[in-house]
């Protein structure tokens, strides 16, 4: 909020996918008047998927319990098999192995040879574990919402599309914590942003340039 209040902009809307899909999402909840629109991609709220985790989460999206364990393991773990974690990422998360380039495979790789980045990354695991989840708890128990119009994008092939389907599925989840919400699955696995740019782009365009006006304020994070 403060960067784009430098660069000028007192309201802006904000996409996000993965971690980013959390921190947009946050920001929407922390700042309503700063947050004009939210897209999230691939995502439920944290404190969600932690009250319905089971054997699917736990088995499919390992890092969220291992990579929250107290450091050095997660660090070292990663550390010793970088290669390893981004095959395991890109096959199990629903995308064909093809889709990256060696090029962009090793650029993931060479990333989680860096210690910095590595315990930046455990982390953000550590804080959804703890303090992200339990802003999100309370913001629940205290009846607050996120105002502004909501979009949700998920992978066609992942946890989102299939484990919630009981209970109406992802946009069910949340309109329990957004008052506005419109969304669909797109095709490919949870990296549908590198998969189909063109689609995930139309889409997130469409949102938000809806009844976008000509406020000049109204800018994309």
Sequence with gaps: VQVMKRLGFEQFMVAG????GRVAYRLALDHPGKISKVAVLDVIP???AWDRADARLALSFWPWSLLAQPEPLPERLIGAAPDAI??????QWGSP?????AEVRDAYVDALRDAVHVHAICEEYRAAA???RELDAADQANGRSIECPLLALWSSEGGLEN????????LAIWRKWADSVEGSPVPGGHFFPEEHPHQTAAALSKFFEDNRGNDASNRVL
């Design 163 to 170: 484990w919630y389907v009981e209970e109406g599925g992802s």
């Design 46 to 48: 944290t404190a969600a």
């Design 97 to 101: 192995a093809e889709m990256f380039s």
């Design 86 to 91: 981004v095959d395991n990422a890109i096959v």
């Design 17 to 20: 996918h993965d971690r980013g």
């Design 130 to 132: 703890t303090i992200d």
